[in-house]
């Protein structure tokens, strides 16, 4: 009878520990996952800034040489 008690304890004990291990790598996948997002989120908000910027650069350039080509 307390073989019995004790071969339950211990598959109790593993599948709490399975579970567990279980979570850990759900909640690790969550966090890798939202970093990622974020990371992407700013390499696109640098990437637009530049394109803002070119643009900008052209803009005034033509500006510039349209002035020049009015006066």
Same mark, same amino acid.
Not at 17 to 40: E, G, M, Q
């Given at each position: 009878? @307390? @073989?019995?008690?004790?071969?339950?304890?211990?598959?109790?004990?593993?599948?709490? *520990?399975?579970?567990?291990?279980?979570?850990?790598?759900?909640?690790?996948?969550?966090?890798?996952?939202?970093?990622? @997002?974020?990371?992407?989120?700013?390499? !696109?908000?640098?990437?637009? !800034?530049?394109?803002?910027?070119?643009?900008?650069?052209? *803009?005034? !350039?033509?500006? !510039? @040489?349209?002035?020049?080509?009015?006066?």
């Amino acid at each position: 009878m @307390k @073989k019995r008690i004790k071969e339950e304890v211990g598959s109790i004990t593993l599948f709490v *520990l399975i579970s567990f291990i279980f979570f850990l790598i759900v909640c690790i996948f969550i966090y890798l996952n939202i970093n990622n @997002k974020k990371i992407s989120q700013t390499e !696109e908000i640098k990437q637009i !800034e530049k394109n803002y910027e070119s643009t900008n650069e052209v *803009l005034e !350039e033509k500006y !510039e @040489k349209i002035v020049e080509n009015q006066t």
